[in-house]
């Protein structure tokens, strides 16, 4: 059985949360995540993409961001560029909770907008 997410979100939203609070990656997002920003220039496009993965992520689990934390959803992308998930603390265990076996994800962006697709396999 699979369970699905989705989150698509405008870019000028994070950028302008971004502007307005200067904690706002720390608080979201890991060391390893804000370590890749930095690499790709902090492009507001790749943390908007970011922050939708966690969105459709909670949608996944059918919690919305209950009972973990942002930060327990991270980010990151292989040499390629693939974006992958890595689970902590929460968001693990309720991922094992649930019995899911595998996660998958899919990042794309406008100009305007992200889009995040995330895809969780049972047993």
Do not use: W
């Amino acid at each position: 059985m699979l369970e699905s997410g989705v989150d698509i979100l405008e870019i000028a939203r994070i950028d302008a949360l971004i502007q307005k609070n200067p904690r706002f990656l720390q608080r979201f997002f890991t060391e390893n995540e804000r370590e890749l920003f930095e690499k790709r220039q902090n492009r507001v496009e790749t943390i908007a993409g970011s922050f939708a993965v966690k969105e459709a992520v909670s949608k996944v689990f059918g919690t919305g961001i209950r009972g973990f934390e942002f930060r327990d959803i991270e980010v990151l992308r292989d040499a390629l560029g693939k974006p992958y998930v890595v689970l902590h603390n929460d968001a693990l265990a309720l991922f094992n909770s649930k019995g899911f076996g595998a996660l998958s994800v899919s990042i794309s962006h406008s100009k305007n907008l992200a889009i995040a697709f995330a895809v969780a396999l049972k047993g």
